[in-house]
């Protein structure tokens, strides 16, 4: 539509008010030339009226006098008509003047003339009069005067059609439309001309803005000129490049922000007063995924987190809750966020509390594991030591015997601490490793060699399989040997009589992994996630033996992860266990 454009709104404007400025001049001008013309013939008949009168009475009325009528008639194409006495006397002839002839009883009979009969004054007006056969009366103007000498009175009559008036009135209204047209069509091209050039820039301007709405900033408002046009072009790009300076200001914060709450370990969620969420990072989408997930429902806060909510923006004060979601637990934290005066939202922290509540547990059951561990060979030496001292043992056997569980009690109780003091400075990272390139297929072969008379000895089958002979990593050979003496000693306590021990290795550019499979008893599904933590044992009713301590396994992961390895479990319970250990090999080894 034009009116939406400016362009079309301004050349309308002005295009209207012209067109209105030229109607309203038409409209006077017709009506000053048609009142011109009238009154132009109402004076030249008002003149030669008077003329005419002058010659009458000047000439008393003889017939002489009016042999200049006749010419001043012919001259002017006027019509004359003269009565004497109220009677007709002298008047155009009609057998000449056959076109607007008003017969001379016309005006006898006319009231409007009554005042030039009776001699009081002059008259001039316009009247009708319908010629015979015309459809419509034609238009006249007529002056009367009254004319005196010493023995008569005359009345005087000059008419003439308006006909010629009104083919002059009708030239001068076709000149002043033709005039006023012209004018039209001059003001619409100036006037499209004009808007045109005054509204480019702002198509410009438009244009840019337009640009600048789709996040290009580059783009600027030339300046045609230097009117109030041209200082908003220079006003509109000072303003564009302090917007786009103010955006990449705000891109930039947006960015630091988004990145300090992607790297936050802790789950953030920001909520309006409403408890609609508006910000939240990686960690707190998983939390809400996690509880969805629980709870089968659509992704939202916990309810409990809800009626937190409300309890900090109903009294402005920070809360707490911890919540337990996916045997996880979580502590919420959530503290008011003002605007100026009022709460506009809240901000949620939530932390993941689990390793710490495990290491709590752990703390506990260390303590408690450690003093049952040493309770049992304390209560033997103490034991055992009462009765040597109280001669219970008669014979040397007996004596002996009681000395020998007492030695290896205490080699018990030697084997924890050390085992535990290994534990503590791998987990602190004091652990000394004497790292060096060696063959570790011999050291597997060396190992497997050690155990063959245990496992003959509980009737168990030991094989070896490895697809190369040979394979140089870069670990600390005694280390690996701790690990491998450790994993070959529990499956053979796992593994029944008439079961199977196998170590397989293989190995790729990278990496040599070595397998430990046994056919024992296997580990509870339960079990498997805490098969390396201290004190972790398998059910002792299943152990060929003696028990272990349990520290053997948080050990052996200690030693590979120091090594930059990976040890890996897998087991079916009644099905057997394997081991997978990854070694880096000595070209891409790590240190």
């Not at 600048?212 to 783009?219: E, H, N, P, R, Y």
């Not at 056997?397 to 009690?409: N, Q």
């Not at 299943?542 to 053997?552: E, F, I, M, S």
Request: with cysteine.
């Amino acid at each position: 539509m034009i009116w939406r454009s400016i362009v079309g709104k301004l050349w309308i404007t002005i295009l209207m008010l012209v067109t209105a400025v030229l109607g309203i001049l038409a409209i006077l001008l017709f009506q000053f030339f048609e009142n011109f013309h009238l009154s132009q013939v109402e004076d030249e008949l008002s003149n030669h009226a008077s003329f005419i009168v002058a010659t009458i009475e000047q000439g008393e009325g003889q017939p002489q006098s009016f042999r200049s009528v006749r010419q001043l008639e012919h001259a002017h194409g006027m019509k004359v008509v003269i009565f004497r006495e109220n009677i007709p006397y002298w008047t155009t002839d009609p057998a000449v003047e056959e076109s607007n002839y008003i017969p001379p009883l016309f005006f006898a009979n006319h009231q409007t003339f009554e005042a030039v009969f009776e001699g009081e004054r002059q008259v001039i007006s316009p009247i009708a009069y319908e010629q015979p056969g015309d459809e419509q009366p034609s238009e006249y103007i007529v002056v009367g005067a009254p004319a005196y000498t010493q023995n008569d009175q005359f009345a005087i009559f000059l008419y003439n059609s308006l006909d010629l008036m009104d083919e002059t009135t009708a030239e001068t209204k076709r000149i002043i439309l033709l005039a006023a047209g012209i004018g039209l069509i001059l003001t619409t091209f100036f006037a499209f001309f004009l808007s045109s050039r005054v509204t480019a820039p702002l198509r410009k301007m438009r244009q840019v803005t337009l640009e600048v709405a789709k996040g290009k900033f580059d783009t600027s408002v030339p300046m045609l000129t230097h009117d109030e046009i041209g200082q908003l072009a220079i006003a509109f790009n000072r303003m564009r490049r302090q917007l786009n300076n103010n955006i990449n200001a705000l891109n930039y914060e947006k960015a630091q922000l988004t990145r300090i709450l992607s790297s936050m370990a802790d789950g953030v969620i920001t909520l309006n007063r409403r408890g609609d969420m508006v910000v939240t990072n990686p960690p707190a989408e998983r939390f809400l995924e996690a509880y969805a997930y629980e709870n089968d429902e659509n992704q939202g806060l916990p309810e409990r987190l809800q009626l937190l909510f409300q309890k900090v923006v109903t009294h402005e004060e920070e809360e707490w809750v911890e919540l337990s979601v996916q045997g996880r637990t979580y502590a919420s934290l959530m503290t008011p966020l003002y605007d100026e005066d009022h709460v506009r939202g809240v901000v949620l922290v939530i932390r993941d509390m689990t390793e710490e509540r495990q290491h709590d547990k752990l703390r506990k059951d260390f303590i408690a594991n450690v003093s049952h561990e040493l309770r049992t060979p304390i209560a033997m030496l103490q034991g055992y030591s009462e009765a040597l001292l109280d001669h219970v043992a008669e014979t040397e056997e007996e004596k002996e015997e009681m000395t020998r569980i007492i030695y290896d009690e205490s080699l018990r109780m030697g084997r924890l601490v050390n085992e535990l003091l290994d534990l503590a400075r791998m987990e602190s990272g004091n652990i000394t490793l004497i790292k060096q390139d060696f063959e570790v297929v011999q050291l597997a072969k060396k190992v497997h060699q050690k155990f063959q008379q245990m496992a003959k000895d509980a009737d168990l089958d030991l094989h070896f399989n490895s697809s190369e002979e040979e394979a140089i990593i870069y670990a600390d050979p005694d280390r690996i040997e701790q690990v491998l003496t450790n994993l070959y000693s529990n499956a053979v306590r796992h593994t029944e009589s008439g079961g199977s021990i196998t170590c397989s290795m293989s190995s790729t550019n990278e990496t040599v992994k070595i397998h430990i499979m046994d056919t024992g008893t296997g580990i509870p599904e339960s079990d498997l996630p805490f098969v390396f933590e201290r004190f972790y044992k398998a059910d002792k009713a299943r152990t060929r033996g003696n028990a272990g301590t349990g520290l053997g396994l948080a050990i052996v992961k200690n030693i590979i992860e120091s090594h930059g390895g990976e040890i890996v479990v897998q087991s079916k319970e009644g099905m057997g266990t394997t081991f997978t250990i990854t070694l880096h090999k000595a070209l891409e080894r790590k240190d």
